[in-house]
């Protein structure tokens, strides 16, 4: 009995603390790992970041979602870091390098002239959605209800809702916070706080 209690005693406390850490996982914060230089220059190649499971998602967050059934490359689950730059209900257009949401100019200082230029195109929402022969929503003039437009801040090497589409709330897993130990403070602010300053 003795041993029994003894056992209980390590065990309860461990099972505790496991099952919050998968709560914690699941619902509130996990740890993610940037795969490819889609976000460059704010965030690189295998950089770890924060992702915030009860964040609210507005223009110009960077969020994590599964792009399986989003991009039809994604066979398997795919985590995919992108920008927000459409939420629900917005239109989205590209003319020289500026980006307009509903008719407003988005300021893009957070990456270079050439990406904003050559990178981004010349669009709307419905000339790439025919043009990249999107599977969901071909001609569609604004985003969907319950979905979102994302960009890769590298934009001339990045996959995203230019070639694919939207994607839809469900898949999104958070929004991205750099974490302290990055000590790139104009990326960082770039990542965390370029909602603040989505317009010019």
Same mark, same amino acid.
């Given at each position: 009995?003795?041993?029994?209690?003894?056992?209980?005693?390590?065990?309860?406390?461990?099972?505790?603390?496991?099952?919050?850490?998968?709560?914690?996982?699941?619902?509130?914060?996990?740890?993610?790992?940037?795969?490819?230089?889609?976000?460059?220059? @704010?965030?690189?190649?295998?950089?770890?970041?924060?992702?915030?499971? %009860?964040?609210?998602?507005?223009?110009?967050?960077?969020?994590?979602?599964?792009?399986?059934?989003?991009?039809?490359?994604?066979?398997?689950?795919?985590?995919?870091?992108?920008?927000?730059?459409?939420?629900?209900?917005?239109?989205?257009?590209?003319?020289?390098?500026?980006?307009?949401?509903?008719?407003?100019?988005?300021?893009?200082?957070?990456?270079?002239?050439?990406?904003?230029?050559?990178? %981004?195109?010349?669009?709307?929402?419905?000339?790439?959605?025919?043009?990249? @022969?999107?599977? *969901?929503?071909?001609?569609? %003039? *604004?985003?969907?209800?319950?979905?979102?437009?994302?960009?890769?801040?590298?934009?001339?090497?990045?996959?995203?809702?230019?070639?694919?589409?939207?994607?839809?709330?469900?898949?999104?897993?958070?929004?991205?916070?750099?974490?302290?130990?990055?000590?790139?403070?104009?990326?960082?602010?770039?990542?965390?706080?370029?909602?603040?300053?989505?317009?010019?």
């Amino acid at each position: 009995m003795k041993t029994l209690r003894s056992i209980l005693s390590w065990l309860v406390p461990v099972a505790i603390g496991l099952l919050l850490a998968l709560l914690i996982k699941q619902f509130v914060f996990q740890l993610v790992r940037v795969d490819g230089p889609s976000m460059q220059p @704010n965030l690189q190649n295998n950089e770890r970041v924060a992702c915030i499971k %009860t964040a609210k998602i507005r223009h110009g967050s960077v969020i994590v979602f599964d792009a399986q059934g989003v991009d039809p490359q994604a066979v398997t689950k795919t985590d995919y870091v992108k920008r927000v730059i459409g939420l629900p209900g917005d239109t989205v257009e590209s003319k020289n390098g500026k980006l307009y949401v509903n008719g407003k100019l988005v300021n893009q200082q957070y990456i270079n002239a050439e990406q904003r230029g050559v990178g %981004t195109g010349n669009w709307t929402l419905a000339s790439i959605s025919k043009q990249n @022969n999107w599977l *969901k929503n071909k001609g569609a %003039t *604004k985003v969907p209800a319950g979905e979102y437009f994302v960009l890769g801040d590298h934009r001339s090497v990045s996959n995203d809702s230019r070639y694919w589409g939207f994607v839809p709330r469900k898949k999104v897993d958070g929004v991205v916070k750099a974490g302290f130990w990055n000590h790139q403070q104009p990326a960082k602010n770039n990542v965390d706080n370029q909602w603040k300053h989505f317009y010019q």
